[in-house]
């Protein structure tokens, strides 16, 4: 069997799809469950509830589920919220740092010398991780961003531009994954 350039055949569209769905990243929507909202999001996020759930897929491996809690259910980008990710795998927490700095830096962030400073930060905040590990990321009023991890308070970020850049990676229209955004955000 030959392709020319010249015809389409549906044999090759089907093996490039094929190709693109295995090798893509894909989200879905999250089983609506009763999740009690922890108190250490509590204490920062005024009237927290559940706003919306997703699970993230890579190359059909359950990699996590999150969760956005918001004031009674209405995120806004400049009041306070949290994104908790219930990890389904081991991951290295270095590596979840880095994976954090490309999705910024895919969004539009670029001065090196920020992103290097908040790879840093990242890389102290985010433990290696283990399948079951829960960590939770919680915006105060004053746009800081503190770090659980499984409910103990890990690392705090008192920058809010790397607030802004870190939870845009979930909750920004220019994300890599707007099924999981629309998801979260109850769309």
């Known amino acids: 069997m030959s392709f020319s350039t010249t015809s389409h055949s549906p044999r090759l ?3 490039i799809l094929m190709m693109y769905l295995s090798l893509s990243l894909f989200s879905h929507s999250v089983q609506a469950s009763t999740i009690m909202v922890p108190n250490y999001v509590k204490d ?3 009237n927290a509830t559940v706003q919306g759930q997703s699970r993230l897929t890579m190359y059909f491996f359950k990699v996590y ?4 809690f918001s004031p009674m259910g209405q995120y806004q980008e400049e009041q306070p919220f949290a994104l908790s990710l219930a990890y389904l795998r081991d991951l290295d927490g270095k590596d979840i740092a880095e994976r954090s700095i490309d999705e910024m830096r895919d ?7 920020m992103l290097a400073q908040w790879l840093v930060e990242m890389e102290t905040a985010f433990p290696d991780i283990k399948e079951g590990d829960v960590l939770t990321g ?6 800081h961003t ?3 991890f499984n409910g103990q308070q890990r690392h705090t970020i008192s920058d809010p531009l790397f607030t802004k850049a870190f939870f845009a990676i979930w909750l920004a229209e220019g994300t890599s994954q ?3 955004r629309k998801a979260l955000l109850g769309e």
Do not use: N
């Open 44 to 46: 920062k996020v005024p």
């Open 138 to 143: 919680v915006v105060d009023k004053q746009q």
């Open 13 to 15: 569209y089907g093996f």
């Open 146 to 148: 503190t770090f659980y």
């Open 65 to 68: 589920d999150a969760t956005l």
């Open 178 to 180: 707007p099924r999981m």
């Open 107 to 113: 969004l539009g962030y670029r001065d090196t010398t």
